[in-house]
């Protein structure tokens, strides 16, 4: 029960990441606020895990203030945010449009900002807190036809290192987690396609996908006071990816 009683705010947790993050804080006995704009999605991972829905739209200033005032007002205190919503936008970079690019980074990078400040400044009345920012090797490695996002998530994790340090002196840390390929519902749809799967299993030498589950356990970590030195790191969880300089062989089947 490394998180036992601490109340937590995890945005898109309504699948995938979010959701796995959710499960594994309920189960080291946080209380969750469930925070999704997707209603029914949030709904239901708020029934299942007998934790607290709130909707919100995570670029929008209002919706994450009213967010976070309603999450005070039930529990009187806020120890740990997730900023896992996200969205994605495959596009050649001559056909990107404006609008595709400033909805990822309204979503992926202001949102972040947006929910993290809000957060901040009731962890500075507390004296304490930890923010966790859902990053990407993607931060730092390129995908062609990814700019927005990697532009994004290289945002999160300059945002992570400035908050840290301007926030240590209050008590509040600040870390981030750069996921490789993760078996969330939308990667299981591309692993069915034998190409795809070889091309990602061949840029990870463990030479599988991540779990969410993973993820999720690297999250608890940084929430707990397990991590009570570490601020203004990312820690990549990728199956060795990022020191990868070559391809790996993959198993067929």
């Known amino acids: ?49 007998g934790q607290r829905f709130i909707a919100c739209d995570v ?47 309204r979503i992926n990078l202001k949102g972040g900002f947006l929910v993290s400040q809000a957060a901040a400044r009731e962890m500075v009345k507390a004296g304490r807190g930890a923010i966790i920012n859902m990053s990407s090797v993607n931060g730092v490695l390129t995908i062609p036809n990814q700019l927005a996002y990697n532009v994004a998530k290289g945002g999160m994790n300059q945002m992570t290192r400035n908050m840290a340090v301007a926030l240590a002196a209050r008590g509040i840390r600040v870390n981030a987690i750069g996921p490789g390929s993760i078996m969330t519902d939308m990667l299981k749809t591309v692993m069915n396609d034998e190409a795809a799967r070889k091309m990602i299993l061949s840029r990870t030498p463990m030479g599988r996908c991540g779990e969410p589950a993973e993820i999720a356990a690297v999250a608890v970590f940084l929430a707990s006071d397990e991590s009570s030195y570490i601020t203004g790191q990312c820690l990549y969880a990728d199956g060795g990816r990022l020191g990868l300089n070559y391809t790996v062989p993959v198993a067929e089947g």
């Open 1 to 49: 029960m490394r998180l036992k009683d601490r109340v937590a705010v995890i945005t898109g947790a309504g699948q995938g990441i979010g959701l796995a993050c959710a499960e594994a804080f309920v189960a080291e006995g946080a209380k969750v606020v469930i925070a999704e704009i997707d209603e029914a999605k949030g709904r239901a991972a708020a029934e299942k895990l």
């Open 59 to 105: 670029g929008t200033k209002a919706s994450v203030d009213a967010m976070i005032a309603q999450t005070m007002a039930q529990f009187g205190r806020l120890d740990v945010v997730v900023n896992n919503a996200a969205v994605i936008k495959a596009a050649d970079i001559l056909d990107l449009t404006e609008e595709d690019f400033d909805r990822v980074l």
